[in-house]
């Protein structure tokens, strides 16, 4: 797998430099550039409060950014400033061989199950699946993608640099975590009003090491090892309520099928993650989720297609939608003897699309969390609302 994970990287970088040759030869085309944001204004309320929930209200996302292309060249640049810390989002070129295959290097989310398909602010059910935060499937990390998008066909092949690659250079980071990840679609029917789309996504990843002192007064490198956590799903208080701490790690593997499936005003997505940590003389670690959302527009035509996302598009301006969702995670193996927690997430979302840049959210969940190493155990009522405007 390892020797998979260089492979994918080193034969990406052979493309991407015949696609700069290609591109060296071609005439001058128009310059283009377009500047990005969006901000978030959550006000949330929980019952019971204390213990680390807090009623209050919150700006959790502030962004500033730019699109530009030239040409078959694109690349954008995203700064978020949430709570006031400045932390670099998308960072990337891309080059467009023709309107079905792109080559994609830098710093954002690579394709890995149905959730690659929307940003942190377009989740449907307003957060992120638990399931999906707490396996890291759709976090950013310094790579190169390809992909494929033409008729019933998608897929989505990366190879990435994991770990604190953004933050550190590579002589502090110790021995670095490589991996490769893709995510194949088929869809037979996408047409507007009518969906149909089954996909599978995998992932190997190396283990991460760290630099450590010594009785020397040198470093030296750690065992290998992997950290998984999640918080309850809200972005006014931070509680963490699931966490793992894998040492010994030999790498991590992944998997996670999806489904979509749509009929005019009514829709249905579901995903279900599998990981399996192998380590070194010890139990291998393994944890599983699943999460399915009943999707309906209450006002608005029907729901249609997004051919770049391989999801369902953003409802139409004046569009009024109701989500029940569902979300259970299973983050505890006892032959492991690791017990990250157990999670059941129940909720309720409407989103008024107010028009092309606006969007207006409500959302009520019952959340718990029990057996869990970094949580006791607990549940928790929370009512969010939330404006945002992004561009």
């Known amino acids: 797998m390892k020797n998979f994970a260089i492979t994918t990287i080193a034969s990406a970088a052979i493309m991407l430099a015949t696609a700069m040759t290609m591109q060296a030869q071609e005439q001058e085309t128009k310059f283009s550039i377009k500047p990005t944001g969006r901000m978030l204004l959550d006000g949330a309320v929980y019952m019971p409060d204390g213990d680390g929930f807090s009623d209050g209200v919150a700006m959790p996302d502030i962004r500033m950014g730019a699109k530009v292309s030239y040409g078959k060249w694109a690349a954008k640049i995203d700064v978020g400033y949430g709570f006031g810390k400045i932390s670099m989002k998308d960072v990337y070129m891309q080059y467009n061989f023709n309107p079905y295959n792109l080559l994609r290097m830098g710093y954002f ?223 505890n193996c006892g032959k492991a003897d690791i017990f990250g927690g157990v999670s059941n997430d129940y909720s309720v979302t409407l989103n008024y699309y107010i028009n092309k840049y606006m969007l207006a959210r409500l959302r009520y969940s019952y959340t718990d969390v029990r057996n869990s190493d970094v949580q006791h155990d607990r549940h928790v009522n929370t009512i969010q609302a939330r404006l945002q405007i992004i561009f």
Not at 175 to 190: C, D, E, H, M, Q
Not at 239 to 245: E, H, K, T
Request: proline share 4%; hydrophobic share 40%.
């Open 109 to 331: 989310v690579h394709q890995f199950g149905l959730n690659a398909a929307t940003s942190s602010s377009m989740k449907p059910a307003m957060e992120a699946p638990i399931t999906d935060t707490f396996f890291n499937a759709t976090g950013r990390n310094l790579g190169v993608m390809y992909v494929y998008d033409k008729d019933k066909f998608f897929l989505g092949v990366s190879g990435i640099v994991a770990g604190t690659s953004m933050t550190e250079p590579a002589n502090e980071q110790g021995k670095t975590s490589i991996g490769a990840l893709n995510r194949f679609v088929y869809r037979p029917y996408f047409n507007d009003g009518l969906i149909a789309q089954v996909g599978m996504s995998l992932w190997y990843q190396t283990a991460m090491h760290k630099r450590i002192d010594n009785e020397n007064g040198g470093k030296t490198l750690s065992a290998g090892y992997f950290d998984f956590s999640a918080g309850f799903p809200t972005r006014v208080c931070k509680v963490s309520m699931l966490g793992a701490d894998i040492q010994e790690a030999k790498g991590v593997f992944k998997l996670s099928p999806e489904v979509v499936l749509a009929k005019d005003r009514i829709a249905l997505e579901g995903q279900y993650y599998y990981m399996n940590i192998g380590r070194h003389a010890l139990p291998s670690y393994k944890a599983q989720g699943v999460y399915g959302l009943l999707r309906g527009l209450l006002i608005g035509d029907r729901y249609g297609y997004s051919h770049g996302d391989a999801g369902l598009a953003t409802p139409k301006p004046g569009s009024l939608e109701m989500i029940l969702g569902y979300n259970y995670t299973d983050a």
